[in-house]
């Protein structure tokens, strides 16, 4: 596959996923591949919180699989025809298609987190591609700028949003929590740049100073809406003048892509929760359950050392259906591990 910095401009490329060295955000642009999405309805994580206290063992089974719930009404993004969007349309059918088809399998991945908390808050589905455009949907990419996650959050943004960053935990990296900010995030510039879903993109790649600095200057006196960007475009940076281009583009392909994943490599990003003491390993967890331990890594990827943050009781992500089995052998309750296993 093609690196997806040649997506970007020059200036624009990062180690991993894309960044915006102009924007306060400071993220990537990397590339994507596209998936149609469903409808249907609001699934939730399958999450099993269970608390594990030495040896005392308390469960509470919460199970949230196939919750329907009453979604906001929910709107879409108007996916316009322009010379811009054209450009890529041709270029992920032609000479960046297996790019593209790569990264519409790779959605997958994190499809449900996605579109369960836009649908929560009757975002436009189509914003599900912003990180396909930003980190190649991996939520170990990291830019140059140190950008970090799905989302290419900067630290200060991800501190004003909640995110929690120390030394031993980087939510910018947590699919769920990151997902959850930036679409809050999102819905404050939308709601800032007067309703308008193309706004709101260029302000979360180029940064809202900046986005209100040339509106200012080029368009005083307008009204903010999807058909503004395109007569500001040229003023913007040249990373953001193909942003929302980029995602028009590959959402109008995302509706007929067929998805295939021929070898079965890509699971869904779900799981159950067990509440463990601090400094807890990922490695004893994964022992515990007989699991390969890059399984529990990638479920926990917002734990940077691969242990639980010392005095507190903290949740570790382990794959749906083992959370009791997990909690009774770190509790000692079920025999040990057999040495010829």
């Known amino acids: 596959m093609l690196s997806t910095d040649d997506l970007r401009e020059p200036e624009a490329r990062v180690e991993t996923g894309d960044s915006r060295s102009e924007s306060p955000q400071d993220r990537g642009t990397p590339v994507w591949r596209l998936r149609g999405s469903r409808a249907g309805f609001l699934t939730a994580l399958l999450t099993v919180p269970v608390v594990w206290m030495g040896r005392d063992v308390a469960t509470q089974s919460l199970t949230l699989d196939a ?15 322009h ?6 349309l041709k270029a992920f059918q032609t000479t960046r298609r297996e790019e593209f088809e790569y990264l519409l399998v790779r959605k997958q991945r994190f499809d449900e987190v996605l579109q369960s908390n836009l649908r929560l808050r009757g975002m436009p589905e189509e914003l599900a591609y912003i990180p396909m455009i930003e980190s190649e949907y991996s939520p170990l990419a990291v830019s140059r700028v140190f950008a970090v ?4 959050f900067m630290s200060p943004t991800a501190l004003q949003y909640g995110l929690r960053m120390d030394p031993f935990v980087d939510e910018r990296r947590d699919p769920v929590r990151a997902t959850e900010a930036a679409l809050e995030y999102l819905a404050y510039l939308h ?5 308008s879903w193309y706004l709101a993109a260029a302000a979360f790649n180029a940064g809202p100073g900046r986005l209100e600095m040339v509106l200012n200057r080029h368009a005083s006196g307008r009204e903010w809406n999807d058909a503004l960007f395109w007569d500001i475009a040229d003023y913007l940076p040249r990373e953001t003048r193909e942003y929302v281009p980029k995602m028009i583009a590959v959402s109008r392909l995302a509706r007929d892509a067929e998805v295939a994943d021929s070898d079965g490599t890509v699971t869904p990003y779900r799981y159950d929760n067990i509440f463990v003491p601090g400094y807890t390993t990922l490695q004893s967890v994964a022992d515990a359950l007989d699991a390969n331990a890059e399984l529990i890594f990638a479920l926990n990827p917002h734990l940077t050392q691969g242990v ?4 507190e009781m903290y949740p570790v992500r382990v794959p749906v259906g083992s959370g009791g089995a997990a ?10 591990r057999r040495t010829d296993d």
């Open 191 to 195: 709601n800032r740049f007067g309703g």
């Open 67 to 81: 919750l329907t719930v009453d979604a906001a009404p929910r709107s879409s993004i108007p996916l316009d025809v």
């Open 149 to 152: 996650g799905l989302w290419q």
């Open 83 to 88: 010379p811009r969007v054209e450009k890529w």
């Open 327 to 336: 909690v009774a052998r770190l509790s000692g309750e079920l025999p040990p």
């Open 308 to 311: 639980t943050p010392p005095g």
